[in-house]
């Protein structure tokens, strides 16, 4: 069996080599496979968005342990996946739901906000994601290991950022985009081009999960993975928008 490189630190060659031999003769996975977990994943997401949405109109004191109840249960299954990405079956469908409750709760109250905003921030992001998927298809972006390293130590500085901000929050110290002016937009959009570009690293790493032979059992993990860049890219539209709304 031929093993590639990965660019998913979660699929190295001895591990691959090593969940050949785990779960032989359990079938490989595929593009199509993993396609279709990712739409069963995005059913399960929208199925608990549409119901916190719905709760909007009850008040907004209604929607916040949704969104401390979602993004608690949101990191707590990620982590779990990527720690036991065999049994991402599981935890990656628990993902989708609590992630579900924190994007209908948030995108509700930035609704409520910014009129119009959502179906913006949906329509870019399908757009922003079929431009990279295209450039991705005929070559124009690889994952090359120049790439890999630029993206995943550019996504840990943005984690780094946030990780600060909600910190230095606690002590009364804001550092958001949003009050850095049309500085905060250069750094948003930036953002959402990292964010964007992660998607690359996803469709590398189901390609090679594909051509490695791995499991068919992992098609939920490459699945889980490509939801979770596929929603950062959404919020971070959402934000973009709602600061360039502030400046009309």
Same mark, same amino acid.
């Given at each position: 069996?031929?093993?590639?490189?990965?660019?998913?630190?979660?699929?190295?060659?001895?591990?691959?080599?090593?969940?050949?031999?785990?779960?032989?003769?359990?079938?490989?996975?595929?593009?199509?496979?993993?396609?279709?977990?990712?739409? $069963?994943?995005? #059913? =399960? %997401? !929208?199925?608990?968005? @549409?119901?916190?949405?719905?709760? *909007?109109?009850? /008040?907004?004191?209604?929607?916040?342990?949704?969104?401390?109840?979602?993004?608690?249960?949101?990191?707590?299954?990620?982590?779990?996946?990527?720690?036991?990405?065999?049994?991402?079956?599981?935890?990656?469908?628990?993902?989708? $739901?609590?992630? #579900? =409750? %924190? !994007?209908?709760?948030? @995108?509700?109250?930035?609704?409520? *906000?910014?009129? /119009?905003?959502?179906?913006?921030?949906?329509?870019?992001?399908?757009?922003?994601?079929?431009?990279?998927?295209?450039?991705?298809?005929?070559?124009?972006?690889?994952?090359?290991?120049?790439?890999?390293?630029?993206?995943?130590?550019?996504?840990? #500085?943005?984690?780094?950022?946030?990780?600060?901000?909600?910190?230095?929050?606690?002590?009364?110290?804001?550092?958001?985009?949003?009050?850095?002016?049309?500085?905060?937009?250069?750094?948003?959009?930036?953002?959402?081009?990292?964010?964007?570009?992660?998607?690359?690293?996803?469709?590398?790493?189901?390609?090679?999960?594909?051509?490695?032979?791995?499991?068919?059992?992992?098609?939920?993990?490459?699945?889980?993975?490509?939801?979770?860049?596929?929603?950062?890219?959404?919020?971070?539209?959402?934000?973009?928008?709602?600061?360039?709304?502030?400046?009309?």
């Amino acid at each position: 069996m031929n093993f590639e490189k990965t660019s998913n630190p979660a699929f190295s060659e001895s591990r691959l080599r090593k969940l050949a031999g785990d779960f032989a003769g359990t079938g490989q996975m595929t593009v199509a496979g993993a396609a279709t977990k990712t739409l $069963l994943l995005f #059913g =399960l %997401l !929208i199925l608990t968005a @549409s119901i916190t949405w719905k709760m *909007a109109g009850v /008040g907004s004191s209604a929607l916040m342990p949704c969104i401390i109840g979602g993004a608690i249960g949101a990191v707590i299954m990620a982590i779990v996946a990527c720690v036991k990405p065999d049994k991402a079956y599981i935890f990656g469908p628990l993902y989708a $739901l609590c992630e #579900g =409750l %924190l !994007i209908g709760a948030v @995108s509700a109250m930035y609704a409520a *906000a910014y009129e /119009g905003i959502i179906t913006s921030a949906l329509f870019l992001t399908l757009a922003v994601s079929g431009v990279v998927f295209l450039c991705y298809r005929f070559g124009l972006l690889r994952a090359s290991n120049t790439f890999v390293k630029v993206i995943t130590f550019a996504t840990l #500085g943005i984690a780094a950022f946030y990780l600060l901000s909600f910190i230095l929050g606690f002590f009364g110290i804001n550092i958001t985009v949003f009050n850095m002016g049309a500085f905060g937009i250069v750094i948003q959009l930036i953002i959402v081009g990292v964010a964007a570009l992660n998607l690359v690293l996803d469709f590398n790493n189901i390609e090679n999960g594909a051509a490695n032979g791995v499991p068919a059992q992992f098609e939920w993990y490459y699945a889980f993975g490509l939801m979770v860049t596929l929603v950062w890219i959404y919020m971070e539209i959402l934000r973009l928008l709602a600061i360039l709304s502030r400046r009309d």
